[in-house]
């Protein structure tokens, strides 16, 4: 089974740039869903960005879009959330996820294979 180590948290200022790893050791196929989803202090789970690994496919959360953009490395089974403009309210623990079948992204509930989460500050 796919296992997900997630890297490249920090804390950075209101404006800067960071970006997420989610690395994968196991076998990944096309059909598979990666997302990334995080959690603030207090809240609910929310979806960041998710992508299609065969395909290519992306999809974004309307708070996210234009500001974060999700790719990935075939070779190095690698998917990265580069994060620009970054806010306050960005702020939380990002977390990345596998789905084995082919689910809707925005689902937290549908992915199967979950990696440590990475904290994420943002000051202002």
């Known amino acids: 089974q796919v296992q997900l180590q997630v890297s490249g948290g920090g804390q950075v200022q209101a404006g800067d740039s960071l970006r997420l790893s989610c690395t994968a050791s196991?076998?990944?196929?096309?059909?598979?869903?990666i997302g990334w989803f995080r959690q603030a202090p207090g809240k609910d789970r929310d979806f960041v960005a998710a992508l299609k690994w065969g395909a290519g496919d992306t999809y974004y959360a309307p708070s996210v879009r234009g500001r974060f953009t999700i790719s990935r490395d075939i070779a190095k089974k690698t998917v990265y959330l580069q994060m620009t403009n970054v806010k306050p309210e960005d702020t939380a623990v990002y977390s990345c996820?596998?789905?084995?079948?082919?689910?809707?992204?925005?689902?937290?509930?549908?992915?199967?294979?979950w990696g440590r989460g990475a904290q994420v500050t943002v000051s202002s």
């Open positions: 996820a596998a789905a084995v079948e082919d689910i809707r992204p925005q689902l937290d509930y549908a992915y199967e294979v």
């Open positions: 196991g076998r990944i196929l096309n059909y598979y869903t």
